[in-house]
C-alpha cells in the first residue's frame, strides 16, 4: 500500500494560490484534466476564492473550473450539502430530505413543553410563572446542539439510556427523565416527518463517498485542502483521498519540526493550534516530519505575503505550557528584525476606542490603490462599532456575518406592531410603530404625520383612553362630540379634523382588532397569528416592496416568514404571550446575508469566514478572553463527565480550532493585534494568546 499522500501550506504564503499554482503545474496546466478535477475546501467563500485564483493563472481563453465545493465542518454553519453533491454523480443515498433548522427548533420546542407538561415539578415551576415559550426554545436549541454533536461523532441515542441516574446529582435525574423521552420519540418524530437531521444525512453522504471511492479507484485527480478532520466522516474520507492514486491531502499550516517531545505534548493538549492536525496525521499514521510541501520549489509566480519566521515566532508563543520555557531562546540574535516587520498590537481604553482605531486603518489602507483590509473577530458588538465609525467616510465594508433578522428596519417594525397590540395600544407603544419610518397608514407620508400628531396632542397626552382599539376609537369619538357641542374651530383642533381622524381609525379597527383578539384569546394557531399579524404590518406600511430595502434582502425576508408559516402548521394554538415569544427566541439567530462580494476591499469576517481568506491587511479585533478564545458554553443537558462518558469530542478542541485561525490569520502581510482594556465599564482580561505573543514580542521589538 503507497504511502497516504498529505502535503502541507506553509502560512506565510497565501494559501489557495500556492494550492492553485501547484496544482496546475501538476497537471502541466492541461485544462481538460482541470476540468474534471475534484476539489474540497472548507467554506463557500474559500470556493469562490480558489476559483478566482485559477482563472487568474490562466491570462487568455476560455477555463472550464473543476468541481469546487465546500467540505462542511465541525465550527461550519453548513452541515450539509444539499444539491452541491450533484456534480459528483453521487447516486441519492437516501429518499429522506433533510431536515430545516426551523423545523427541527419547532418541533424540538413542543418536546420540551411536553415534557415540561407531563413532569409535575416543572409543571408547578412553569404555571407560577406563565408559559412564555423563551425557556423552551433555548433548550430546544441545546438539544439541536447536543443531537449534532452525538450525530456527527457517530454515537446512538440509545446509549443515554446507559447512563445510571442515582450517579449524579438529583436535577439531573429530571435531564434523564426527558432524554428518555428523546430516546422514545425523536427517531419516531423523524420517520413521521420522513425526514433526516442535518449531521446524520451529512455523516452519510461522507461515507458513501468514503466506501465509493475505497471500492472503485477514481480516474480524476480529487484534492481535500484547508481542512483539519475534525468531523469522523470529514476525517476517514481524507484517509481514503490520500491512499488514492490521484488523490491529495493539503493541510493549512503544518508545524513539521522533528521534535518528538512537541509532537507527543501537542498530541496530548486539545487547546494547541497544531492539535487536530496531528490527531489527524495519528489516524493516517503519518508523522508531522514526513509531510512534504505541497510547492518544493517556489518561483516568483507566488510570493510571501509575510517573512517566513513569522509562523516560527507566533508557533513558539503558543506552546503549550510545559514547553514554554523554550521561551528563552528566542532572542533578538535568533529571531532577524525583519520578522518583527508588520506586527501591530494597539490597547485601547474601550471598545469604542477600539473600533474608531480599526476604522481609521480601514481608512488609511483605501488611500493606497489596490490594497485590502479585514477586520476578523466574533465579537459582533465591536463589528457593528466599526461599521459605525467607519460610517463617516461612507466606507464600504462587507459584513459576511450579515444582518440580524430581527434588527432589520422592517421586521423591527413587524415587533414594534406586535408590541402595540399586545399592549393594549398604550401610548408609547402605540406611538413607537406610528412614528416608525415605514409606517404610512394608507395614506401619503404627511397627511399621515399629521394625524399621527393630532392623535398624540389630543388623545394621548393626559389621561390614558380605555385599553385596545374600541377605548381609543371611543375617546376620539367624544372627543369629537366634545368639539361639536362647543363649536370650536381652532387650527389646533377643529371638527373636521378630528372627524378625519375618527375615520381614519375606524378603516384601520378592524384589522387592528382581529390581532388583538387574537393575541387575548388564545384560540389561533402560530400561522393564523403570523397572517393577522401580517394584515396589519402590511394596512400600516403597506406591500413590503416598499420597504425601501433591496430586492434580494426582501426575498430573504419573506422566505424566512414564508418558512415559519410552513414549519409552524402542526404547533398547537398559541396566545399573545407565546406568539411574541415564539417569533423573537425562534428566529433570533437568523440573518439576511448581503450581496456577495468576492474580492472586497474592506471586510469584517468571523474566525471561520477568515479561514484561508487573503487581505494586505488583517485586523484581529476583540482580542480578550471570551472572544479569542471564545467562551464554552456549559451544556444545560450534559454535564461534562457524562459527555467524556459518551464519548463526545472534548469541547476544548474548539480552543485549539480558534488558536489555529488565529495562527493563519497573524501571517498576513501586515497584521494589527487590538483589543480593548474595558467593557461595559468593566475591566477584561487580555486574551491569553496575546499576552503570550506580547511577552516575546515586546522584549525583541524594545
Wanted: hydrophobic share 40%; with cysteine; charged share 25%.
Amino acid at each position: 500500500m503507497s504511502r497516504p499522500k498529505v502535503y502541507t501550506i506553509d502560512p506565510n504564503f497565501s494559501f489557495l494560490d500556492v494550492l492553485a499554482f501547484g496544482f496546475l503545474k501538476k497537471i502541466s496546466f492541461d485544462r481538460e484534466v482541470l476540468a474534471q478535477s475534484i476539489f474540497f475546501l472548507p467554506t463557500q467563500r474559500s470556493v469562490a476564492n480558489f476559483a478566482s485564483c485559477i482563472k487568474g493563472f490562466f491570462d487568455n481563453g476560455t477555463v472550464i473550473l473543476p468541481t469546487i465545493r465546500p467540505l462542511g465542518d465541525l465550527m461550519d454553519e453548513e452541515l450539509f450539502f444539499g444539491n452541491y453533491m450533484d456534480p459528483l454523480n453521487v447516486e441519492n443515498i437516501s429518499q429522506k430530505k433533510v431536515m430545516s433548522r426551523l423545523r427541527r427548533r419547532l418541533l424540538l420546542t413542543q418536546l420540551v413543553e411536553r415534557f415540561m407538561e407531563l413532569d409535575g415539578e416543572n409543571r408547578e415551576s412553569r404555571e407560577s410563572v406563565g408559559n412564555n415559550y423563551k425557556g423552551s426554545v433555548g433548550l430546544a436549541n441545546a438539544l439541536a446542539a447536543m443531537l449534532d454533536r452525538m450525530q456527527i461523532e457517530g454515537i446512538s441515542l440509545d446509549k443515554l439510556e446507559n447512563f445510571v441516574p442515582e450517579e449524579h446529582a438529583m436535577h439531573w435525574q429530571t435531564t434523564f427523565k426527558f432524554l428518555k423521552l428523546l430516546i422514545e420519540h425523536w427517531p419516531k418524530i423523524l420517520e413521521e416527518e420522513n425526514l433526516v437531521d442535518p449531521a446524520t444525512y451529512t455523516n452519510n453522504l461522507l461515507g458513501h463517498l468514503s466506501a465509493k471511492w475505497e471500492k472503485s479507484q477514481p480516474a480524476q485527480f480529487i484534492t481535500i485542502a484547508g481542512s483539519t478532520g475534525s468531523m469522523p466522516a470529514t476525517a476517514e474520507l481524507i484517509k481514503v483521498v490520500a491512499s488514492l492514486k490521484n488523490g491529495a491531502v493539503v493541510l493549512p499550516g503544518l508545524d513539521q519540526r522533528e521534535d518528538e517531545i512537541y509532537r507527543k505534548v501537542v498530541v496530548d493538549d486539545a487547546t494547541h493550534p497544531q492539535h487536530m492536525m496531528f490527531s489527524l496525521l495519528d489516524k493516517l499514521g503519518i508523522h508531522p516530519g514526513n509531510v512534504q510541501d505541497w510547492l518544493p520549489t517556489v518561483d516568483n509566480t507566488v510570493k510571501e505575503k509575510s517573512p517566513a519566521g513569522r509562523f516560527k515566532l507566533f508557533s513558539e508563543a503558543l506552546l503549550p505550557p510545559a514547553l514554554s520555557g523554550r521561551w528563552r531562546s528566542v532572542t533578538k540574535k535568533t529571531v532577524p528584525q525583519k520578522d518583527l516587520e508588520g506586527i501591530i498590537i494597539i490597547e485601547s481604553d474601550d471598545q469604542r476606542a477600539e473600533a474608531e482605531s480599526i476604522a481609521l486603518i480601514m481608512r488609511e489602507t483605501l488611500e493606497q490603490e489596490a490594497r485590502s483590509a479585514a477586520l476578523i473577530t466574533s465579537d459582533r458588538n465591536l463589528a457593528r462599532q466599526v461599521t459605525s465609525a467607519a460610517s463617516r467616510w461612507n466606507l464600504n465594508i462587507y459584513d459576511s456575518a450579515g444582518q440580524q433578522f430581527l434588527n432589520n428596519n422592517y421586521i423591527n417594525f413587524w415587533r414594534l406592531v406586535s408590541e402595540m397590540v399586545f399592549n393594549q395600544l398604550a401610548p408609547i407603544p402605540l406611538l413607537s410603530a406610528l412614528k416608525h419610518p415605514l409606517a404610512n397608514g394608507g395614506l401619503p407620508k404627511v397627511e399621515f404625520q399629521k394625524k399621527v400628531s393630532q392623535l398624540e396632542l389630543l388623545f394621548l397626552r393626559g389621561e390614558r383612553p380605555k385599553p385596545g382599539v374600541d377605548g381609543l376609537l371611543e375617546a376620539v369619538n367624544i372627543g369629537r362630540r366634545y368639539n361639536k357641542n362647543r363649536k370650536i374651530n381652532t387650527d389646533a383642533i377643529r371638527i373636521p379634523a378630528i372627524d378625519n381622524l375618527y375615520e381614519w381609525l375606524s378603516e384601520l379597527a378592524p384589522v387592528i382588532r382581529s390581532f388583538e383578539h387574537a393575541l387575548t384569546s388564545g384560540s389561533k394557531t402560530l400561522p393564523e397569528m403570523l397572517s393577522l399579524h401580517l394584515a396589519l404590518v402590511e394596512k400600516l406600511s403597506g406591500p413590503i416592496e416598499l420597504n425601501g430595502e433591496t430586492t434580494e434582502t426582501n426575498n430573504q425576508i419573506v422566505k424566512i416568514l414564508n418558512d415559519f408559516y410552513e414549519q409552524s402548521q402542526d404547533l398547537r394554538k398559541v396566545d399573545g404571550i407565546s406568539y411574541t415569544s415564539l417569533f423573537e427566541t425562534v428566529l433570533s439567530d437568523f440573518v439576511i446575508r448581503g450581496k456577495y462580494q468576492e474580492k472586497p476591499r474592506l471586510a469584517i469576517l468571523g474566525p471561520l469566514e477568515g479561514r484561508l481568506s487573503e487581505f494586505d491587511r488583517i485586523i484581529i479585533g476583540g482580542l480578550n478572553e471570551g472572544s479569542w478564545p471564545p467562551v464554552i458554553q456549559p451544556d444545560p443537558w450534559l454535564g461534562r463527565s457524562m459527555q467524556e462518558a459518551l464519548g463526545l469530542m472534548d469541547m476544548s478542541k474548539r480552543i485549539g480550532q480558534s488558536a489555529h485561525d488565529f495562527l493563519q490569520a497573524v501571517c498576513a502581510p501586515e497584521v494589527f493585534l487590538t483589543r480593548s482594556r474595558n467593557l461595559a465599564n468593566s475591566p477584561t482580561t487580555a486574551s491569553r494568546w496575546l499576552m503570550r505573543v506580547s511577552s516575546i514580542f515586546n522584549p525583541l521589538a524594545g
